[in-house]
């Protein structure tokens, strides 16, 4: 089916589910590593990875990219369960490109001292993330847009970033300036682009790279990864007279300390801005008005969220038009992968290689009284989009595994025949991952299905600060919150769903998203206890026999590494009969759970991952399930 700009300006949006079914010759994942062949045998796939800015799933993004749809979704599959695991960019991407969660990176800010691409150099990750392992693995690798915040015309080459055949990325303080842009062709100097439009200019060089590698895919197969900032805010620095008005990325990755320090002092947040051609689309479409959307009766979450006041009609009508300059803009990101797809298969190549989509992190506009932005746990900014296709993969297919970020490493790397096929090979405990291959295939979606044959949990972690993107209305209201740190764990499993987080604050957080899925509830806030809106069981047996678990969850999880990040209730019960959170309501454990085990919590609230800060740690504190033994103990 084809879908008109006539019908998209109307806003009427796209169907979200899927219905297109078939599929293509299943090649699985035993592809000859290192780019070889021989006579009448494939060669290893080539791999596209399409990473968006800040787009959201549950806004309904996805419903206005009829191109999308048209190439990717309806010819692969859609994740639904797909998550970031922390929502941001910066951390999000390192996490992404490492395979690590952020706790193991310590890139958990998009500036230093705690983040940007200053603080993934000085971790050591620049020897070691995923291009790096590709071209070990025989691939020619080639990169486009924006890589990491903090990556700036001033420190672009202290040192230049590893790991690339070609590159040409965005860099600090124009990376978000979408009629501005600077960008730095491999060891060439920043070339800047005024007045031309930014994801245009990203796609002719996606164009060049991909023909670059097509000329020599007979001898080594390609990864390619683009990465427009569409639909991120457009920010533009703000210079001092003083200072250069050519560049001065230190006002880019200035933060405030304080609450009342004035963020616009740095740089100016606006809508994203749209490419003219799009400008006129989309003029009636507003934010969906779901249940959580400007909730009038009072605000929802806890900490900052809670205090948030009601949004003014003024201030709905000005978010409504930051979400129409959303979908403007990422119309030049459909028409993006669109020519993607089209000079693929002008190269032949469309059929051996892989293309996926994501998001960093997701996005809020008005949920639970929020203006634009991220940073939270709710589903908005941490459930993104995640549609691959590629050989063997289902073809309109919406598959409901539960996987994040950390799993796309090992994805690729298991398709570019860098990893072997058992549940935990040697090279993966070499790169350090955290998660585990994505399945791809109908028969790896089917395996996934069975009890116990992959995780069902996402380790959500956030520490520092939450920014507001759009206008400020209230006289006295501020666009930054310094105390914005909180683990969580989503967990998605045979009749249940739900999502459990401790602040720093020591507030805490349960939603039940089987009978509350807009998040509107928090079964731990004493109010709800107060008046009856906390259940007394959950699951079939008392609330706080649940909190309990997944307390001790997240408490494996929130300093976890490796194979404990996957199988955690592995690291709680030894003996392996454990598998998931209904295995652990087993009474038998009540006591264990329940009066032994250390909570979580924090020592006090950073801006950054500093483990003295954090509380108690399950490697040194935590007790496993076989004679009150600490977990170091037993390992």
């Known amino acids: 089916m084809r879908f008109s700009v006539a019908t998209l300006a109307a ?166 300036s979408y009629l501005n842009a600077t960008f730095q062709r491999n060891r060439d100097p920043p070339a800047s682009y005024e007045g031309q439009y930014s994801v245009d200019v990203l796609a002719k060089k996606a164009y060049g790279f991909l023909d670059k590698a097509a000329k020599n895919v007979h001898n080594r197969p390609f990864f390619l990864g683009i990465a427009p900032i569409a639909p991120h805010s457009n920010v533009e620095p703000r210079f001092s007279s003083s200072s250069s008005s050519s560049s001065d990325p230190a006002t880019l990755q200035r933060r405030p300390t304080k609450e009342h320090d004035d963020i616009e002092k740095s740089v100016s947040f606006t809508p994203p801005i749209p490419a003219a051609r799009h400008a006129h689309l989309f003029p009636d479409v507003i934010v969906p008005r779901t249940p959580h959307f400007n909730p009038s009766s009072r605000a929802s979450g806890v900490s900052w969220i809670a205090r948030l006041p009601h949004q003014s009609a003024e201030n709905v009508a000005c978010n409504d038009h930051f979400y129409r300059q959303r979908l403007r803009t990422l119309q030049s990101v459909d028409e993006l992968v669109a020519g993607v797809v089209a000079r693929l298969e002008r190269h032949g190549l469309l059929e051996n290689t892989y293309v996926f989509y994501t998001a960093d992190n997701g996005y809020h506009i008005g949920q639970h009284r929020l203006q634009p932005g991220k940073e939270c746990g709710f589903e908005e900014d941490i459930n993104v989009p995640l549609i691959v296709r590629g050989p063997g993969v289902k073809r309109g297919e919406v598959a409901e595994v539960v996987t994040s970020h950390v799993d796309l ?121 107060a008046t009856g809106k906390t259940p007394a069981t959950l699951l079939g047996v008392p609330v706080q026999k649940v909190v309990a678990r997944l307390d001790s969850l997240l408490f494996v999880l929130k300093s976890c590494k490796g194979k404990t990040c996957i199988r955690p209730w592995e690291a709680l019960h030894p003996a392996g009969n454990v598998q998931n959170l209904h295995d652990a309501l087993s009474s038998r454990f009540d006591s264990f759970y329940e009066k032994e085990q250390r909570r979580v919590e924090f020592d006090r609230c950073e801006r950054g991952y500093i483990v003295e800060a954090e509380g108690p740690q399950f490697e040194t504190d935590g007790l496993v399930y076989r004679d009150g033994h600490r977990w170091d103990q037993w390992v």
């Open 11 to 176: 806003g009427v949006p796209l169907s979200a589910a899927f219905a297109v079914d078939g599929g293509q010759k299943s090649l699985g994942f035993n592809h000859k590593p290192k780019g070889t062949t021989t006579k009448g045998e494939k060669n290893s796939p080539n791999i596209v990875f399409i990473l968006t800015d800040d787009q959201d799933l549950h806004l309904q993004s996805l419903d206005y990219l009829p191109l999308l749809k048209k190439h990717l979704a309806d010819e692969g599959t859609t994740y639904k369960r797909h998550h970031c695991t922390t929502a941001i960019c910066c951390p999000a991407r390192v996490s992404l490109w490492t395979g690590k969660q952020a706790h193991n990176t310590n890139v958990t800010d998009v500036s230093p001292p705690y983040g940007g691409y200053p603080k993934f150099i000085s971790q050591g990750f620049n020897e070691a993330y995923l291009p790096v392992w590709l071209q070990k693995a025989g691939y020619d690798t080639y990169y486009t847009g924006k890589l990491f915040n903090a990556h700036t015309v001033d420190n672009y080459y202290s040192p230049y970033v590893a790991g690339w055949n070609g590159s040409d990325f965005l860099l600090d303080p124009y990376t978000y």
């Open 409 to 529: 490493a090992p994805t690729v790397l298991k398709l570019a025949g860098a990893l072997g096929d058992k549940e935990r090979t040697e090279e993966e405990e070499e790169y350090g991952l955290d998660g585990e291959a994505i399945p791809l295939t109908a028969e790896d979606l089917a395996q996934a299905k069975a009890k116990g044959k992959r995780h069902e949990h996402v380790t959500v972690e956030y520490w520092g600060f939450a920014v507001s993107e759009g206008r400020v209305f209230e006289k006295d209201a501020t666009r930054f919150w310094t105390n914005n740190t909180y683990k969580a764990v989503r967990i998605l499993g045979e009749r249940y769903n739900m999502y459990y987080s401790v602040w720093c604050s020591g507030e805490h957080e349960l939603y039940d998203l089987q009978t509350d899925r807009y998040q509107l509830n928090n079964l731990l806030d004493p109010s709800s206890f």
